[in-house]
């Protein structure tokens, strides 16, 4: 298995400040993902980070809200910018890799309340 | 596009019986892939099983087993012998088959578990 790690694990912000959250996998996986899970939601994928290259933002997400960075294969960050209560989640890392059988785990998830 | 449906927003099982959760997916590809993850109080989301869709055989791990109805579209988790450890929150996910890693997920199911 991989053991993700994510830090912040919470934090409390002001409106219109900006959060980086880090995430990092203790090896290397193929993919990271970003996912948001709203308070009483399920999950929802915001992005797909990539290798050295712009991250592959879904719909409804924009890389100006949510720019994400992967400088390596075990290491990626997403930052909330411009925040507003409407972000207050939790943002969960994944990582995916494919041998012995494709597994994607899950970090512990950064839980964000914007004030 | 893939979706999933969980219609059950709560279950609750006496200690050492038997429970099933229901998903019932949608999907256009031919090729995919099929899971149940796990996502105790703590937070951290847990893979429980997974099933290749091309595979006609249930997938089984342990107490937990799953029965995948193709035609049907439904993919149903059963977990024996029920433990206190179970009660979590359990989500059913699907992600197409290919290079098409995301993972779609229903909304969950609340699974209590009583003494």
């Known amino acids: 298995s991989a053991v993700i790690s994510q830090k912040p694990s919470r934090d409390i912000c002001q409106r219109g400040t900006s959060l980086t959250i880090q995430c990092q996998v203790d090896?290397?996986?193929?993919?990271m993902f970003w996912y948001r899970q709203q308070p009483g939601q399920s999950l929802t994928l915001i992005a797909t980070?990539?290798?050295?290259?712009?991250?592959?933002?879904e719909s409804g997400f924009v890389i100006d809200k949510f720019p994400i960075s992967r400088p390596n294969l075990t290491f990626s960050t997403l930052t909330v910018s411009n925040m507003s209560p409407e972000d207050s989640s939790i943002y969960l890392c994944?990582?995916?890799?494919?041998?012995?059988?494709?597994?994607?785990?899950f970090g512990p998830g950064t839980r964000l309340l914007v004030l | 596009a893939q979706t999933v449906t969980q219609s059950q927003p709560e279950m609750s099982v006496q200690e050492a019986e038997t429970v099933t959760l229901s998903c019932t997916y949608d999907t256009s590809e031919s090729d995919y892939y099929l899971f149940w993850y796990k996502q105790p109080p703590s937070r951290q989301m847990i893979l429980v099983i997974r099933q290749e869709a091309y595979k006609q055989q249930n997938a089984t791990e342990n107490r937990f087993s799953v029965n995948f109805q193709k035609a049907a579209k439904s993919f149903s988790l059963k977990i024996s012998d029920s433990q206190l450890g179970d009660a979590a929150m359990y989500f059913c996910?699907?992600?197409?088959?290919?290079?098409?890693?995301?993972?779609?997920f229903g909304k969950g199911t609340l699974l209590t578990v009583n003494p």
């Open positions: 996910a699907s992600r197409g088959g290919g290079s098409n890693y995301k993972l779609t």
């Open positions: 994944s990582a995916a890799r494919w041998a012995p059988q494709e597994t994607q785990y």
């Open positions: 980070a990539n290798q050295g290259s712009e991250a592959t933002y």
């Open positions: 090896s290397q996986v193929t993919m």
